[in-house]
Nanobody, 123 residues
């Protein structure tokens, strides 16, 4: 199983960025996908989750209205579109996969993790 995250980079506050995560080795269309992030010196935290179909999503309060999680089951890819970025969004962003198919927000509910992609927001 491999989850390959990409698309991170440096962006100014108020800007936008879209990160991606391509999965292989799993039946992607049946898996819940999630995004987590870890800022320097902090614990990894939940950001967003999407169910197997893409019909249901859930976000941490701090990103609601700014971030959108989506997926394309035809190409085994999950996305996180981030708008109105703030310096406090700076972190390594990780994608994760869980075989339940339902929404999941717990770190330990996920079976597989990607390597992370760094997002840096300058003020």
């Amino acid at each position: 199983v491999q989850l390959q995250a990409s698309g991170g980079g440096l962006v100014q506050a108020g800007g936008s960025l879209k990160i991606s995560c391509e999965a292989s080795g799993i039946t992607f269309s049946t898996y819940t996908m999630g995004w987590f992030r870890q800022a320097p010196g902090k614990e990894r935290e939940f950001v967003a989750t999407i169910d197997w179909s893409g019909g249901s999503t859930f976000y941490v309060d701090s990103v609601k209205g700014r971030f959108t999680i989506s997926r394309d089951n035809a190409i085994n890819t999950v996305y996180l579109k981030m708008n109105d970025l703030k310096p406090e969004d700076t972190a390594v962003y990780y994608c994760a996969a869980d075989d339940s198919g339902a929404l999941r927000i717990g770190l330990y509910e996920y079976d597989y993790w990607g390597q992370g992609t760094l997002v840096t927001v300058s003020s």
